[in-house]
């Protein structure tokens, strides 16, 4: 399929803010990727256009029963000027299984790819230059059909749009304080808690009010049933240094396969340690703090990659990881991960997909 693109006059374009001033989610680029979805044709009408509103049906099935989904990815510009995505195949397998477990089209992810490549190129000057800094990209699909009943859509929108975010850490790599919560539950097995689709994010809303208001950063998830095991913390996945073994919970159906999880997983076992992923209680995590076996409590996600957990409230009762501070293994993680996104460290994986300019 070919994209049509209508570019923004060049002085038209936005001003884009310095880096140092970028906050997360609030500025975006001078263009957007959209093309539409009827059944049976598939889809049509790529085509990049100035960003702006879209225009949809109040009738539109996504915004009466929330059939849709999103991806959310980084492009990171190396010393050399050039620009890098990571592992960006990871998000477009994993955008088409979040539309399969809601019932959507799937969209073919080389050509997802070509359209992010071709968007990115168009917007090259977005992406910030400054270390830490990067153009943070969210594909999105959503059910346009005008049609009230709950059933699958016939038509469905995906779309496309980036803009410039900050350094995730702009007074250094910084631990955070997290609340367990044993009253609501983000996802149980069975239902929609692997894919990315948005009723997941409008359900936790809740608990971390909670946490806000308490002091605490995040929500740590436990399992929905027996309310004991680890599952997430925020919206990034959770692992825990005990001894000198690294433990994660399993991709039970519940949890978020993370690709920063994935990543880390695999920096692992490159470097000889021991990964175990299996289900951890939350007496467990909590003996171990205790007995000083917990050396460090870590979440991984796109948007921070690594975060140092320093303090766990669970039942009114505060808990110290390691001495609060950030774990060694945890600044490895992150410097390795980091190096490699921004092409400063040698990738043996294969992981960095240069955008040829
Ligand atoms: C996106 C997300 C993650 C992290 O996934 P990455 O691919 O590493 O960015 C973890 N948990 C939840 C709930 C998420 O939405």
Not at 262 to 277: F, M, N, P, R
Request: hydrophobic share 40%.
């Amino acid at each position: 399929m070919e994209i049509t693109i209508h570019a923004v006059a060049p002085e038209r374009r936005k001003d884009r803010p310095k880096d140092a001033e970028l906050v997360f989610g609030k500025v975006f680029s001078d263009h957007m990727f959209l093309m539409d979805y009827e059944t049976p044709q598939g889809w049509s009408n790529a085509r990049i256009v100035p960003y702006g509103p879209l225009s949809l049906d109040p009738a539109a099935m996504v915004l009466h029963y929330g059939q849709g989904i999103f991806e959310g990815l980084k492009a990171y510009r190396g010393a050399d000027g050039r620009i890098h995505l990571f592992r960006p195949l990871e998000n477009m397998k994993r955008f088409n299984r979040s539309a399969q477990r809601m019932c959507m089209p799937e969209v073919d992810i080389h050509f997802h790819l070509q359209a992010i490549e071709t968007l990115v190129r168009l917007d090259a000057d977005w992406v910030p230059r400054s270390k830490g800094a990067s153009l943070y990209i969210r594909p999105t699909m959503v059910a346009s059909e005008p049609h009230l009943g709950v059933r699958p859509a016939t038509e469905y929108l995906h779309y496309v749009i980036t803009g410039p975010v900050g350094a995730y850490y702009p007074e250094g790599f910084n631990p955070v304080k997290i609340y367990v919560t044993d009253e609501y539950v983000r996802a149980v097995r069975g239902g929609v808690g692997e894919a990315k689709t948005m009723a997941n994010y409008a359900a936790s809303l809740q608990a971390q009010e909670v946490a806000k208001k308490k002091g605490y950063t995040q929500v740590l998830w436990l399992d929905a049933v027996e309310r004991r095991y680890v599952e997430e913390v925020g919206t990034m996945n959770i692992f825990f240094r005990l001894k000198d073994e690294l433990v994660t919970p399993p991709l039970s159906g519940s949890i978020l396969p993370g690709v920063t999880r994935d990543s880390v997983i695999h920096l692992a076992q490159h470097w000889g340690l021991t990964v175990h992923e299996r289900p951890i209680t939350i007496d467990e995590v909590l003996d171990a703090i205790a007995m000083g076996t917990m050396k460090e409590i870590f979440g991984t996600g796109t948007a921070a990659v690594i975060s140092p957990v320093g303090q766990v409230c669970y039942k009114d009762k505060t808990y110290r990881v390691g001495n609060g501070g950030v774990g060694e293994w945890s600044q490895r993680f992150y410097d390795e991960l980091t190096g490699i996104q921004y092409g400063d460290k040698e990738d043996p994986f294969g992981w960095v997909h240069t955008i040829v300019a």
